[in-house]
């Protein structure tokens, strides 16, 4: 069972940077629509269509380039978590300690026995937080680019991850071993990696539009787990139930990661009417990702440490289909930013509809700016110090270890 030391341990790793899927396992599975990178798009709760003015816009709103005015070169990561960071240091000891003392055998009832007492304590408490806590959630969104004119590049990645856990139940992630509750322990996991390289060109039309459109270079990576463990002791003699009927009292499969890549294109829009109100200069943006709809081929890879004879799935195979954003932004007196967005209004690839919306403010000839918005379910705040040739941005929530993002761009 020596698999089990990699599994959990990928547990550990799932639980900073990666993702799960309920009682089915694939990338299919998960969320795989925009994860929204960017520290001034964080400090503005996500509404980023229409304020970049850098390199990031090639993988935000392709038409946005021509806001870019220089040169500029941004480097930056967000990330965003469901749940508090500090909450599961205790976890992933626990989970190290159940790892680090289960044995490559378990031959006797004695072995059974001495394992069983020895991972119990934490057993108990990584169940405790699992019935508090079902599913960690997440996703870390760095990009990089360079933009030149009308014309840009950036690389991106979106990693989104979920860990699903499940207490007293026999067999919830359909391993096709039932286990005997209450002292039962399942959970599933895995993470989805898209990570895009992508050129762009905007141009302006007459009556204030303007489009833009990006070609991406998509590789999607994917890796995951699912694992069960059964302590039950219904006659009180410390040998687990299930290890008395002649089942592994940890079983379960590791996923392999695997990979493909894909082309795909983004279209972006962005309209200034002609006309404007005399308090205000309005912009619109609509944003139409993946246009042209990609099939990513995943064969299923299984480590050789897994438990033989489990059921798999036939492949984990996936499609990048279109997703739909809009957004507008109220300009007043050059020094203050209002933006409301709904992303992926067509609630797309393993995604939700989301709401975005924001305040940014300029201080001291435009050199410092405080941000404030709600990121789809979160409020968040940012700062920005602009010092000409390098922008440097800082954005979290309220509670920074659920949600936070730092970036800097030169522009010269």
């Known amino acids: 069972m020596r698999w ?8 550990v790793l799932v639980v900073a940077v990666t993702a799960g899927f309920g009682q089915q396992v694939g990338p299919k599975f998960l969320d795989r629509s925009f994860q ?33 005015k220089r040169f500029t070169l941004p480097v930056e990561v967000t990330g965003r ?35 069983a007492k020895t991972i119990r304590a934490a057993f108990n408490r990584v169940s405790d937080f699992s019935r508090r806590t079902p599913i960690l959630s997440g996703s870390l969104a760095p990009v ?10 950036s690389i991106s990645s979106g990693l989104f991850f979920k860990v ?40 302006s039309l007459p009556a204030g539009l303007t489009l833009g459109a990006a070609i991406r270079g998509v ?29 592994d009292i940890v079983a379960g499969t590791l996923f392999n990661r695997v990979d493909s890549s894909r082309f795909t294109l983004d279209i972006g829009a962005i309209w200034e009417p002609p006309i404007q109100p005399p308090t205000a200069k309005l912009r619109y943006a609509a944003v139409v990702r993946n246009v042209l709809p990609v099939k990513f081929n995943l064969p299923v890879s299984i480590n050789p440490d897994s438990t033989p004879g489990l059921p798999l799935p036939s492949n984990f195979n996936f499609r990048l289909n279109p997703e739909i954003d809009l957004g507008v932004l109220a300009e007043w007196k050059g020094r203050t930013n209002l933006v409301f967005e709904l992303h992926n209004i067509t609630s797309s690839n393993g995604g939700d509809m989301t709401v975005h919306a924001g305040v940014e403010h300029w201080l001291a000839g435009d050199v410092f700016a405080v941000r404030v918005g709600y990121d ?8 920005g110090i602009n010092l000409k040739v390098l922008r440097i941005d800082l954005a979290a929530g309220f509670k920074p270890k659920e949600r936070a993002a730092v970036g800097i761009s030169l522009r010269f």
């Open 4 to 11: 089990l030391e990699v599994g959990c341990g990928l547990v």
């Open 36 to 68: 929204r990178p960017g520290a001034r798009a964080l400090g503005m709760g996500g509404a980023y269509l229409l304020a970049t003015d850098d390199a990031t816009a090639v993988a935000w709103n392709p038409a946005g380039l021509v806001n870019v």
């Open 81 to 115: 978590a469901k749940f508090d960071v500090r909450d599961i240091q205790d976890l992933i000891d626990d989970l190290e300690t159940i790892s680090d003392e289960i044995p490559t055998q378990i031959n006797t009832q004695e072995d059974a026995k001495q394992v």
């Open 144 to 153: 990089g680019g360079l933009s030149f004119g009308n014309f840009g590049l």
């Open 164 to 203: 699903q856990t499940y207490t007293g139940q026999a067999d919830p992630i359909g391993l096709g071993i039932n286990y005997t509750p209450p002292d039962t322990l399942h959970a599933v996991g895995g993470v989805v990696s898209l990570t895009s390289a992508g050129v762009a060109y905007a141009r």
């Open 219 to 247: 590789r999607a990576d994917f890796l995951g787990f699912r694992v069960g463990l059964s302590l039950t002791d219904t006659n009180g003699d410390d040998v687990p139930d299930d290890f008395v009927d002649g089942k």
């Open 376 to 383: 789809d379910d979160r409020p968040v705040f940012g700062l």
